[in-house]
């Protein structure tokens, strides 16, 4: 099963909540470990690992917190990802840590490579920035609650690779009329 960790979804949360501020002020680890129910502990270090990531910024004193580092529209959600479970990859064939047991013979390495770059080039695709505007688009609508945020990413995950699984079958179709 194409699964993010519950860190990532804390960290996409934290930068979502942080995006839709007024005038970008910062927020606290207890603010936002508050509004979504996440562990404090557990979000301190997911956020303190954004920072040391350039993600975010950590201010200090009484009004002190953390904030973007630079604009949502300029923050991809692959970048969150990443600066909390290392490079996005399916299997071990598609991962930087290098091959399985199997790669030399392996006959499906192909398409999953291939899907592993369609799920990945669409996280680098979508910004904080617009799944904020999502989130202010539910607001004004008055959608107060939504799916969990692993239901989010497992459909957006899916439609990733149905659209990939797509493409690569039109291609072998219009390869055997040639």
Known sequence: MLRLSKKAD??????KHLAVRPDAASA?????AE????????????????????????????????SLSRSAGKISAAEVIEAIEGPLSLTNCV???GLCG???????????QRLNEIVAQTFRDLTIEEMSQQHSADLAVGVTRGP??????????????????????????RGAMS
């Open 102 to 112: 199997q790669f030399e013979k392996c006959n499906a390495k192909s398409p999953l």
């Open 148 to 173: 969990e945020p692993e239901l989010v990413w497992v459909c957006a995950i899916a439609l990733a690779l149905f659209a990939g699984m797509s493409a690569l079958r039109t291609r072998r179709q």
């Open 28 to 32: 606290s680890a207890r603010e936002i």
């Open 95 to 97: 991962s930087d840590d």
């Open 10 to 15: 804390y960290a996409l949360m934290a930068m």
């Open 35 to 66: 509004n979504y129910d996440i562990p404090l502990e557990l979000l301190a270090k997911i956020l303190q690992k954004l920072v040391q990531k350039g993600l975010l910024v950590s201010h200090a004193g009484t009004h002190g917190g953390y």
